[in-house]
C-alpha cells in the first residue's frame, strides 16, 4: 500500500499534514524545503511503503511540489478543487484552515481509485505551452478591464488622452494575444504528439486555432478526467434546484468552473453553428423547440467540448458519419 501524505498549498507555504504522528508542519513552497522536508518524512516513516502526495494543483502555487514528484519519483494524486470542497462538505466541516484542509486531503485516500496514483511527468514542451495559455489568460483579464473602462470614458465624455490611451493599451494586448497565439502554435506544431491531438481537435469543422489550442491546453491540464468531470471543469454542468421555496426556478448550469475556456469557446460557437452541418441542424433542432438563443448556444457548446474530447482521447480525426449528432429529439438540460 501507500504512505499517504495531505499537503495544502498555498502561495509561499506548504501544509502538511503527517499522519505517523498526528501532526501538521508548515514549510516554505520551494524545492529547498520539500527536499529537507522528504528527507525527515523517510525517517519518520519507518517502513518501504512508498509515498503519495495529496493535493490540489492550484494555479502556479503548485509548480514546485509537481516538479519536485517528478524529479524525486514521488507519487502523487491531484485532486479537484469541487471534489475536495464537497468532501470537506460531507465531514461537516464549517469553518476552513489550512491545517484543517491538510487533513481533509489526507482523508480523501478512502475515495482515491489505485489507477489514478501516478508519478507527475514533467514535459518541457507541454509546460512551455501552459505558459503561454496562462499568459493568454492575464491579458485577457486586462483587456476585459480595459474595454470596460473604455465604455465608461466614452459614455462619460472623458479627455482625448484617456480614451486614446485606453484604445492604444487595448490594441497592445491584441497584438501581444497574437504573438503569443503564433507562439503557442509554433510549440505545437514542433511537437508531434501535440501536433497530432491538436489535429484531431481541430478537424471539427467550425474549431479555430485560439480554440483549439484552449482545448488542447484543458485536456492536457486534466488528462485523467472524464465526460462529466469536463463539464464540470467549465461549469457547464446543470443544477437542479430540488427543494426549498425556488423549487419551481429552471435549472441551470453551475457557472463554477473556468471561466476564460468557457467564455473563448462560448464566442466561438456561432462559428461553429455556421460551418458545421451537423452543429447547425442540432441548433435549428433547438431553437425550433422553442429554446432561448443563449441555451441553445451553451448546449452546442457542451456538444463540441465532449466531442474534442472524445477525439482527443482516442486519437482520431472528427468523422461527420461517425459523429453525427442525432435530429431527432434529445433530452438536454439545456441551462444558462
Known amino acids: 500500500m501507500y504512505n499517504f501524505i495531505g499537503i495544502d498549498v498555498a502561495k509561499r507555504t506548504l501544509q502538511i499534514y503527517i499522519e505517523v504522528n498526528d501532526s501538521s508542519v508548515e514549510i516554505n513552497n520551494e524545492e529547498k524545503s520539500l527536499k529537507t522536508f522528504y528527507k525527515t518524512l523517510k525517517k519518520l516513516y519507518k517502513n518501504d511503503k512508498p509515498f503519495v502526495f495529496i493535493y490540489e494543483p492550484t494555479a502556479n502555487y503548485s509548480v514546485a511540489l509537481t ?48 489507477k489514478d496514483i501516478a508519478v507527475p511527468v514533467k514535459n518541457p514542451t507541454v509546460d512551455a505551452l501552459r505558459e503561454l495559455v496562462g499568459y493568454y489568460r492575464f491579458l485577457q483579464k486586462q483587456k476585459v478591464a480595459f474595454k470596460n473602462y473604455n465604455e465608461a470614458v466614452t459614455t462619460n465624455k472623458s479627455s482625448n488622452y484617456i480614451l486614446k490611451d485606453v484604445k492604444k493599451n487595448i490594441a497592445r494586448i491584441d497584438k501581444e494575444q497574437q504573438e503569443l497565439i503564433n507562439k503557442a502554435k509554433a510549440i505545437i506544431t514542433n511537437d508531434e504528439v501535440l501536433k497530432k491531438a491538436f489535429a484531431h481537435i481541430i478537424s471539427i469543422k ?106 482527443y482521447k482516442n486519437n482520431v480525426d472528427y468523422n461527420p458519419e461517425q459523429f453525427k449528432l442525432k435530429k431527432v429529439a434529445q433530452k438536454e438540460i439545456c441551462v444558462a
Open 67 to 114: 516538479k519536485f514528484c517528478a524529479e524525486n519519483n514521488v507519487y502523487a494524486y491531484m485532486v479537484n478543487t469541487f471534489v475536495s470542497s464537497n468532501f470537506s462538505k460531507s465531514l461537516g466541516n464549517r469553518n476552513k484552515t489550512d491545517i484543517s484542509d491538510a487533513q481533509m486531503l489526507f482523508n480523501m485516500q478512502m475515495m482515491i481509485n489505485k
Open 206 to 311: 467550425g474549431v479555430g486555432t485560439l480554440v483549439g489550442i484552449f482545448l488542447l491546453h484543458l485536456f492536457l491540464n486534466y488528462p485523467n478526467a472524464n465526460r462529466q468531470q469536463i463539464t464540470a471543469l467549465l461549469g457547464l454542468d446543470p443544477i437542479t434546484i430540488e427543494s426549498g421555496t425556488s423549487i419551481k426556478k429552471r435549472s441551470r448550469i453551475s457557472k463554477r468552473g473556468l471561466s476564460m475556456y468557457r467564455g473563448v469557446i462560448f464566442y466561438s460557437i456561432l462559428s461553429t453553428v455556421r460551418f458545421n452541418e451537423e452543429f447547425r441542424t442540432y441548433y435549428e433542432h433547438l431553437k425550433d423547440r422553442k429554446k432561448h438563443t443563449t441555451l441553445a448556444q451553451i448546449a452546442v457548446m457542451r456538444k463540441l467540448i465532449l466531442l474534442a474530447h472524445s477525439l
